[in-house]
């Protein structure tokens, strides 16, 4: 991307050498010769760095670095070079301290500099806030026959930027494919950002995602770039993509067709320099023939289809992920566990309707349950009550109340009922109550099940 660079110099001499020697070395510049001139070009122009002058006639830049630095890196120039004053200015967070006249050779490699510090400074904030939502061992363990046609997909895929759909059910590891996808693509040295499209509401979801400007909305206080924004350069891995409201899907074709962003609020048109990989648990395209989907954003994300199996038919996996997550867990007692013959069995035995999340689940609490046990017996495997409750038919009493119950306890009971029978799967649950998925999740926010996902 080309560096935005603003030049706020009331010199017009030097003003003038200092943008056409920028714009020669390829930055985009602006220049501005008060402050207040400076703070409306701001707004619009978002500059990567500023060339402050110290002094300016409606303005003190000293006095201006405390405010404005944290929004991007600030060069100051002066003519009345002081170590007070440099001391004072690295202090009110200035990225650097020049004195006129500017040495242009040396104004080029401090620009260069500073702009590589404040993408690093942007990298490492970014990594940390998504240290503690992204799995520190992202890998996908198994030597199936699926899995390796599915490794054979995502080398295919990787290299290239195409738009990559992942579809199969809750639990499979739909997002570690969409992890491996950019891990083996040229933009590995960029951000990988997910996005559940489950859990955010219409208004907050479109904010989220392209970003808003100051006074968009009520409590738009000031600009926020969206997770497009921050993706930029990388992957931007939508998971749920059959979840969104229409309008939003009308919005995210643009940008795949395009290329192109607006922020909620915004007048200008964006860039967007990002890789879009989605993952469903529906069948995506029946869904978009009984119009619930857009056809046309359908045939745009689904360019190149990877279908993950669920673990029932991955059976030669079971073990290796059983001591998978023996091996890898994050809580004490950190025990050496074995798996015994006949929790082995009895694990490859079950089908697993939660899959890979439910199996990790029923591993890590026989760690639990077996103490101070070295091997996990089959009685430490919470499955046998998961597999009578997935028979055919529930108990007749399953339903009984103390007194008379109202319709709405009857709701809340079913559901939870189900949701036990299912393991939290909300596609099958929304398929017995014949309702879509979306519906499902809000009784299930309403009822309180939230945690039984």
Known sequence: MTPRILVVEDDAVLHQLLVTQLQRLGMSVRGAFRWAEAEQIIEEFEPDLLLLDVRLPDADGLELLPRISSHQPVILLTAYASVQNAVRAVKAGAAEYLVKPVNLDELELVIRRVLENAALRRENQFLKSRMAQVPSRSVMVGQSAGLGEVNQLIDAVAPSDMTVLIQGESGVGKELVAQAIHAR??????????????????????????????????????????????????????????????????????????????????????????????????????????????????????????????????????????????????????????????????????????????????????????????????????????????????????????????????????LGMLLKRYDGHRGKVARVLGISERNTYRLIRKFGYAESE
Request: glycine share 8%.
């Open 185 to 414: 693509s040229q933009r590995s040295g960029g951000n990988f950002v997910a996005v559940d499209c489950c859990t955010l509401q219409k208004h907050l979801f479109e904010s989220e995602l392209f970003g808003h400007e100051k006074g968009a909305f009520t409590g738009a206080e000031r600009l926020k770039k969206g997770l497009i924004e921050s993706a930029e350069g990388g992957t931007l891995f939508l998971d749920e993509i059959g979840e969104i409201e229409p309008s939003i899907q009308a919005k995210l074709l643009r940008v795949l067709e395009t290329g192109r962003f607006r922020r909620v609020g915004g007048t200008k048109d964006r860039d967007a320099n990002v890789r879009i990989v989605a993952a469903t648990n529906r069948d995506l395209a029946a869904f978009s023939r009984d119009g619930g989907f857009r056809s046309d954003l359908y045939y745009r994300l689904s360019a190149f289809l990877i279908t993950v199996p669920p673990l029932r038919q991955r059976r030669a996996d079971i073990p290796l992920l059983a001591r998978h997550f023996i091996q890898n867990h994050d809580f004490a007692p950190r025990i050496e566990k074995l798996l015994s013959a006949a929790a082995e069995s009895a694990l490859a035995a079950y089908d697993w309707p939660g899959n890979i999340r439910e199996m990790k689940n029923v591993v890590e609490r026989a760690i639990i349950l077996s103490g101070a046990e070295i091997a996990i017996e089959p009685r430490h495997l919470a499955i046998s009550a998961s597999a009578e409750l997935d028979q055919p038919g529930l108990a007749e009493d399953a339903l009984d109340f103390a007194s008379e119950p109202s319709l709405e306890d009857i709701k809340r009971n079913y």
